[in-house]
Each structure stands twice: as structure tokens, then as C-alpha cells.
């Protein structure tokens, strides 16, 4: 895992044409791949549309939206139920576009990651006036960070065994 160079496609870069299900969950992963623990299956995208976690592809494509909330899916899954998810999407949608919230999370994210690894200083805190939503998903990801990490090292060490054997 490079996290020095780890970097979420913030929603711009996300893929404008509107992408099929095979590219859109390659997309994704080829994305997160770093990351070392997070994947995600066309089998899984399918069930998201049909429990309509996220709306159904248009021509059979999935637009930036879509796929800006399956890459929180993807990550926040590890840490949060499925109706928790759909709620923070909800708390979201009521004050940020998803556009505005997904690059704050790919940035937090990234920021949690780093500081983790050594790479940089923890992030300041929340304000204690900081809206409900904005604390809650700082805790989503804090928590996803640290099992980032922790499977990255326990892979370490794993190997490390490995090696010595």
C-alpha cells in the first residue's frame, strides 16, 4: 500500500460520460485499490439499485453521483450499516450538495489516512458547534481509517512471519 500518494477522485474527476456496471465497479476499485481492504462487486451495485440505496443506472450507465456515493459505500460499509448510510445521505442531502459533501469526505479521508500513517499531524478537531452531520461522518471516518490501518499492518506482520519461516 502507497498511502503516500493514495488520492480519492474528487467528484470532477469522477468519469462524466457515465460509466457501465463492469467499468463502473473496475472504476472503483482500481481507485481504492491502495487502500488494500475495500472492494466492491457488481453484484453488490446491483442490490444497492434494487434496495435503492442509489438510483437506477440511465441507459444503463451510472453517472458521477452514483458513483460518488457507491465510493462512500464502499468505505463507510466497513464501519456502518446500511440504513445508517442511507441516513447520513439523507442528513447530507438536507445541507450539502453531494458534490460539496463527497470531496469533504475524499479530503477528511485522505487527511485521517496520512496522519495515521505518520505522514502528518492529526487533524484539528471538530468545533464544538460543528452541525450533527459534519461530527457524525468525522467519526465514520475516523473509524474507517483505523481499520485501514490495522489491516495494513496486521498484513505486515503477516508477512514478516511468512518470511521468516
Given at each position: 500500500?502507497?498511502?503516500?500518494t493514495f488520492?480519492?477522485?474528487?467528484?470532477?474527476?469522477?468519469?462524466?460520460?457515465?460509466?457501465?456496471?463492469?467499468?463502473?465497479?473496475?472504476?472503483?476499485?482500481?481507485?481504492?485499490?491502495?487502500?488494500?481492504?475495500?472492494?466492491?462487486t457488481?453484484s453488490?451495485?446491483?442490490n444497492?439499485?434494487?434496495?435503492?440505496?442509489i438510483?437506477?443506472?440511465?441507459?444503463?450507465?451510472y453517472?458521477?453521483?452514483?458513483?460518488?456515493?457507491?465510493?462512500?459505500?464502499?468505505?463507510?460499509?466497513?464501519?456502518?450499516?446500511?440504513?445508517?448510510?442511507?441516513?447520513?445521505?439523507g442528513?447530507?442531502?438536507?445541507?450539502?450538495?453531494?458534490?460539496?459533501?463527497?470531496?469533504?469526505f475524499?479530503?477528511?479521508?485522505?487527511?485521517?489516512?496520512?496522519?495515521l500513517?505518520?505522514?502528518?499531524?492529526?487533524?484539528?478537531?471538530?468545533?464544538?458547534?460543528?452541525?450533527?452531520?459534519?461530527?457524525?461522518?468525522?467519526?465514520?471516518?475516523?473509524?474507517?481509517?483505523?481499520?485501514?490501518?490495522?489491516?495494513?499492518?496486521?498484513?505486515?506482520?503477516?508477512?514478516?512471519?511468512?518470511?521468516?519461516?
Amino acid at each position: 500500500m502507497d498511502i503516500t500518494t493514495f488520492k480519492m477522485p474528487r467528484y470532477h474527476e469522477i468519469p462524466k460520460v457515465g460509466l457501465y456496471l463492469e467499468q463502473t465497479v473496475k472504476y472503483i476499485n482500481d481507485s481504492l485499490a491502495p487502500l488494500g481492504c475495500v472492494e466492491i462487486t457488481s453484484s453488490m451495485v446491483s442490490n444497492y439499485v434494487k434496495k435503492k440505496y442509489i438510483e437506477r443506472p440511465v441507459r444503463k450507465q451510472y453517472s458521477e453521483e452514483q458513483i460518488a456515493r457507491l465510493f462512500f459505500i464502499v468505505i463507510a460499509k466497513q464501519v456502518l450499516s446500511m440504513d445508517n448510510i442511507v441516513l447520513l445521505f439523507g442528513l447530507q442531502k438536507e445541507e450539502y450538495s453531494v458534490e460539496r459533501a463527497y470531496d469533504a469526505f475524499c479530503s477528511d479521508l485522505e487527511e485521517m489516512l496520512r496522519s495515521l500513517f505518520g505522514m502528518r499531524q492529526m487533524p484539528e478537531e471538530l468545533d464544538a458547534e460543528a452541525p450533527e452531520e459534519i461530527r457524525m461522518l468525522r467519526s465514520v471516518i475516523i473509524a474507517v481509517s483505523h481499520i485501514i490501518y490495522l489491516n495494513y499492518r496486521f498484513r505486515i506482520v503477516r508477512e514478516d512471519a511468512d518470511s521468516q519461516i
